[in-house]
């Protein structure tokens, strides 16, 4: 079999804002793994909040979280490898965007560590089911063990500041979109590919084996890196001009199409 390593980016990619996994895809999943394919996920979710699709996908071995900054055990949650962003950066996107009026928390465990009350706060702690923490004196703190930053940007906004962190600070650390709103960041070089690598290399698998599937650009290296680079055809547009193959969108049996196509040969979609 040409690929043995499917790696899946979450929101957009296998469900979207509905957060439910078609049934088509699941049942896709489990042949090919029952043709001995390995199924993963490479997330930005850290790994409370991935762990509602990693019980329905049935993952197991490793998967990366926190955009590649933590590859976890997918059945214990155990962290196998970490690479954080240094407090010193941290705080100094923080302090750019509270100047701004910009949410942004940072993540200790799976815990999201926030400087005041907020109902964007509430509703991301909410949809993803992980914990908060409101720390007011966070930034006269010494933190350690980040795997990113988040912002939460108003929409009308968004591309505003996307550029001006790109351009203040996109030579000191890992800059990426994983939705319309949200700007993350993560170690300079730290990304999907970095940690699907780490899992190729693990199970022994070679890049050309591995097939990779985003949606925005959180998923820019690792469709680069990959084998097969699978764009959605809901992904952004950069996303479709990088990636070798533009699938069906998320909504549409996506992962089903890859699956059939690229793995059993099937060229029998409409």
């Known amino acids: 079999m ?26 896709a999943i489990r042949e090919a793994r029952a043709a001995g394919v390995t199924v993963t996920l490479a997330t930005g979710r850290g790994y409370l909040g991935s762990r509602p699709v990693v019980e329905e996908l049935n993952v197991t071995g490793p998967m990366a979280n926190y955009g590649g900054a933590i590859i976890s055990d997918a059945e214990t949650g155990a962290v196998l490898a970490k690479e954080d962003i240094d407090w010193k950066l941290a705080k100094t996107l923080m302090e750019y965007a509270l100047e701004r009026d910009i949410y ?25 089911r992980v914990p908060q923490r409101v720390e007011p004196n966070m930034l006269d703190m010494e933190w350690t063990g980040i795997p990113k930053v988040l912002f939460i940007v108003a929409p009308e906004r968004v591309s505003e500041v996307l550029a001006d962190c790109t ?30 690598a780490w899992i190729a290399k693990k199970l022994k698998i070679t890049q050309s084996e591995v097939i990779t599937m985003g949606d925005n650009t959180l998923d820019l290296e ?27 969108a998320c909504g549409e049996d996506a992962v089903k199409w890859v699956i059939d196509r690229f793995i059993f040969g099937r060229n029998n979609w409409r």
């Open 104 to 128: 942004c928390h940072i993540y200790q465990g799976d815990t999201i560590v926030y400087p005041k009350e907020s109902e964007i706060a509430d509703m991301y702690g909410r949809i993803l």
């Open 167 to 196: 351009k203040r600070f996109g030579n000191l650390v890992q800059i990426a979109m994983s939705g319309e709103t949200f700007i993350e960041f993560n170690k300079k070089d730290v990304h999907k590919a970095s940690g699907v």
């Open 222 to 248: 690792m469709i680069q890196w990959a084998g097969l680079g699978v764009a959605v055809s809901n992904a952004c547009d950069i996303l479709k001009k990088t990636a070798d193959v533009i699938a069906p």
């Open 2 to 27: 040409k690929y043995k390593l499917i790696a899946l980016d979450i929101d957009g990619t296998i469900f979207d804002s509905g957060r439910v996994v078609s049934k088509a895809n699941l049942e």
